[in-house]
């Protein structure tokens, strides 16, 4: 048992793995097959379920990287390569993924623009600042783990993977209220690239962002959490896979709203 929040951990980095390589060939391609006369036949395969099911990848990873730190705290096992094996996995499940994301709505963006052909691939590389700084984020918490006990310094990194990884789900499923908002930002290169500076920022911020577990079970320390679930939960049946980028936003929202009790001891993490 000793090994299992380990395990989870590497359950993380394999779901992000996946969802890697689901976003990897989410675009159309041929394929060859032999028709009459054993003589090879092309045709095309479009790779749109490609995108929706990496998102699902993205959400495992996710309840993944929850459990394991439950486990660990159940089992009482802690240890330094179980910490560096959660940020690595993060890097790749909450970072690299999201980028490739990014990348895809970027190629998506350029290509369609009139000099699609003379379009130059460096325009699609800020995408993967957001992996760039989320292993900055990871890196600086690994060394600042015990000034967080009670909140996060800094946007935490898989709450910008799911973020982003809601960004297929919402283009699959074109929620109500939600869907043309969405389609006029993806569409808009300097919008996605003001997704990604706002990203980058809120992982290096110094904002204390608020942990779902909060540090004591009272309505003076935990109303952003409960304001969170609530609002969240209320959002659901209007918004549907909509009310994720909504908890997020409400996140970020509370978060900044929420001032530190001074004297709130530091357990737990």
Known sequence: MKHLPNLLTLANLFCGCIAIAYFLTAQPYTSMSLGEGGLPTWQWVYGAEQM??????????????????????????????????????????????????????LWDVLMAEKNA??????????????????????????????????????????????????????????????????????????????IIVILCWLMVSKVKFIKMIPSKWSMATAWPQLALVILTLIAVPFLQVGAIPVAFILYVLLSVMYKQPATVENTGN
């Not at 089992?75 to 499940?93: M, T």
């Not at 957001?130 to 783990?145: D, E, G, Q, S, Y």
């Not at 967080?148 to 109500?176: D, E, N, R, T």
């Open 52 to 105: 929706y099911f990496g998102s699902i990848f993205i959400g495992i990873a996710a309840l993944c990287d929850m459990l394991d730190g439950f486990a660990a705290r159940a089992l009482k096992v802690f240890s330094p390569i179980g910490k560096d094996l959660d940020s690595l996995a993060d890097v790749v499940s909450f970072g690299v993924a999201p980028s490739i994301i990014l990348f895809k709505f």
């Open 117 to 194: 052909f003379d379009v130059n691939m460096l325009g699609m590389c800020p995408a993967f600042l957001v992996a760039c700084f989320a292993a900055l984020r990871l890196a600086k918490f690994n060394i600042t783990a015990s000034e967080q006990k009670s909140y996060f310094i800094g946007m935490p990194v898989p709450a910008v993977g799911i973020f982003v990884g809601s960004f297929p789900l919402l283009q699959w499923f074109s929620p109500p209220f939600v869907s043309h908002a969405f389609a006029a930002c993806i569409q808009n290169k300097w919008s996605i690239y003001l």
